[in-house]
């Protein structure tokens, strides 16, 4: 009997001895993984400080980054049609109605007032810390570039005095004069004050619109204003 009581002494020594051992080894992980630091605090879910580095996220550097929006924005279009009378006399000295021919053509183009995203630059970006605050200053919103395109012009019906005879026949230099004065007349149509203060009021909201999620990704604290440069 008392080998039994013995042996159950050794076994319950032995049985503690390990739990022991197991508590030791899980405090001491424990200890490893409180004890390292990665570098990153969690501050809310839209912010981190990275608090060995230093570095502090700069509102110019993750707009002005946005490979997307870097690009030419257009804030208003408009579609307006013109025309052009083309004249033609039998004979070059002869200002005479009866002798001369005409020809409409007209042509349908677009026009629009864009804003060069690209070309904004850290200037462009003011960050007011006081009143959490970042304003981005865009400059006024241009006509672009009016592209005539040859297959789109129509070419009227002919118009001839009772003494001009034959079809109107064009050079590739009378085709290039029709281009050139159909883009000024485009132009003219589009460029106007109206116009200019419409696709202002357009800039302004459009430029809001994409840079505002940007912004609250940064720091949800802050807020967005659009200004003129």
Do not use: C
């Not at 307006?80 to 005479?96: A, Q």
């Not at 116009?195 to 604290?221: H, M, R, T």
């Amino acid at each position: 009997m008392k080998k039994i009581y013995i042996l159950r002494a050794i076994s319950i020594a032995l049985l503690l001895a390990s739990l022991l051992i197991i508590i030791i080894s899980v405090t001491r992980k424990s200890e490893n993984i409180s004890a390292y630091d990665d570098g990153v605090e969690m501050v809310d879910p839209n912010t981190i400080i990275l608090s060995n580095s230093g570095v502090r996220v700069s509102f110019s550097d993750v707009i002005l980054s946005k490979p997307s929006e870097t690009r030419k924005l257009v804030v208003f279009e408009q579609e307006g049609t013109v025309s052009y009378k083309i004249e033609d006399r039998m004979f070059d000295f002869l200002d005479w109605e009866p002798s001369k021919k005409y020809q409409t053509v007209q042509y349908t183009g677009k026009g629009s007032f864009v804003i060069e995203l690209d070309q904004l630059g850290k200037s462009n970006i003011v960050e007011d810390a006081q009143n959490h605050t970042v304003i981005i200053k865009i400059p006024h919103p241009v006509l672009d570039t009016i592209e005539i395109d040859p297959n789109e012009v129509e070419i009227g019906d002919k118009q001839s005095g009772f003494l001009a005879i034959g079809d109107i026949k064009l050079t590739l230099s009378d085709y290039n004069k029709i281009e050139k004065e159909l883009r000024k007349r485009l132009k003219e149509k589009f460029d106007v004050y109206s116009n200019g203060q419409q696709a202002d009021d357009l800039a302004l909201k459009a430029v809001y619109d994409i840079y505002y999620p940007v912004v609250k990704a940064v720091d949800s604290d802050y807020e967005l204003k659009v200004e003129w440069t």
